[in-house]
């Protein structure tokens, strides 16, 4: 299976900031037709996972602009250019493109 | 508006089984793959089972292989996961997920609350 290392693992800045997460893969996630099959979901305590990044660098319904995803093969990342108070929270990201789908450890974003 | 509510939930001794179940409703049901995601208390998530639109292709972590079945029923628009032989560390809330697209192997765009499974002797 494939596995996904994230990092950092805690990442404390402030709001304002600029957050950039990694989440690298053990073997590509991208087809021959450039798809990449990597998303990424946040999660606050005490609620379930949120869908917030698809295929690497679309925006699921509803997330801000702030949010971006990007890169291709095995290497990604999430970028929040700009952190608003309910952005803390903690990120993981997961390939769907190889059976059975993995999960990264997660990254939490932390204030400072 | 799309609505995922699990239940059947619950404390058991190893060894002892479990079914676990997902309501769906405000969308189309077989439309969609669906998949159980699983978070240990204080963990990660971790991938479980996911089924496609017609129930005919399934899928499975090797940590549940063998002990889990996921199954659908269309008419009905649920959604079930059987695990037997369960081991402490299963003990984790369970989330049912709808995939994005027919089949298991897509992005998870809409998440129940979960029901907690503790297994304990």
């Known amino acids: 299976e494939i596995v996904l290392t994230q990092s950092p693992g805690t990442l404390s800045l402030s709001p304002g900031d600029r957050a950039t997460l990694s989440c690298r893969a053990s073997?590509?996630?991208?087809?021959?037709?450039?798809?990449?099959?990597l998303a990424w979901y946040q999660q606050k305590p005490g609620q379930a996972p949120r869908l917030l990044i698809h295929?690497?660098?679309s925006r699921a319904t509803g997330i801000p602009d702030r949010i971006s995803g990007s890169g291709s093969g095995t290497d990604f990342t999430l970028t929040i250019s700009r952190l608003e108070p309910e952005d803390f929270a903690v990120y993981y990201c997961?390939?769907?493109?190889?059976?059975?789908?993995?999960f990264g450890h997660g990254t939490k974003v932390e204030i400072k | 508006e799309v609505q995922l509510v699990e239940s059947g939930g619950g404390v058991v001794r190893p060894g002892g089984s479990l079914r676990l179940s997902c309501a769906a409703s405000?969308?189309?049901?077989?439309?969609?793959?669906m998949t159980w995601v699983r978070q240990a208390p204080g963990k990660g998530l971790e991938w479980v089972s996911g089924?496609?639109?017609?129930?005919?292709?399934?899928a499975y972590a090797d940590s549940v292989k063998g002990r889990f079945t996921i199954s659908r029923d269309n008419v009905k628009n649920s959604m079930h996961l059987q695990m037997n032989s369960l081991r402490a560390e299963d003990t984790a809330l369970y989330y049912c997920?709808?995939?994005?697209?027919?089949?298991?192997?897509?992005?998870?765009?809409?998440w129940g609350q979960g029901t907690l499974v503790t297994v304990s002797s």
């Open positions: 997920t709808r995939n994005s697209r027919l089949g298991e192997l897509s992005p998870l765009d809409y």
């Open positions: 405000g969308f189309r049901f077989d439309d969609y793959g």
């Open positions: 089924v496609n639109w017609s129930g005919g292709s399934t």
């Open positions: 073997q590509s996630v991208s087809s021959q037709s450039v798809s990449n099959y």
């Open positions: 295929g690497a660098g």
């Open positions: 997961q390939q769907y493109g190889s059976s059975p789908p993995t």
